[in-house]
């Protein structure tokens, strides 16, 4: 699906915070607010924007995003347990500046890491399973056949 930069750039603030009004949205992306108004209704139309799903006080509003309109409909979970020699703290930080992975979850049974990742295809898995060994993690990649419900956010950049 074609998303220019504004639309992505819409779908990136409206996860972010749901409630912003389309005045703000709109000089954010350059857009007057009725054109924002526009632009975010299209991209209901088109079944990209999923509508706004509330969460309680601490995590706000946001909107939900169609993983397969935006070309990361691969969902994969990658389980890397580190060696005795791998820089943990800079490891977990270079994971939460890879857009694709959506969760970095710490596993009490071995010390190991559960990482959630949303790609455009099985070919992006081997790039981020081949990253975790290179860092001393032993990896293992388990993919999504399906999914009955799911709570998230994503990349769209």
Known sequence: MNLDQVDRR??????LEGRMAYQDLGQAVGLSGPAAFQRVRKLEARRIVLGYHA?????????RVDAQAIGR?????????????????????????VGDIQECHRLGSDGGYLL????????????HADAARRAGCTVSVDVAMDSPFERWTLPVG
């Open 116 to 127: 959630k990742l949303r790609v455009a295809g099985i070919e992006h898995l081997a790039a």
């Open 55 to 63: 969460r309680r006080i601490v995590l706000g509003y946001h909107a």
């Open 73 to 97: 409909g691969f969902l994969a979970f990658v389980r890397a347990v580190p060696g005795p020699n791998t820089p943990i703290a800079s490891l977990v930080r270079q994971w939460a500046a």
């Open 10 to 15: 819409l779908l990136a603030l409206l996860q």
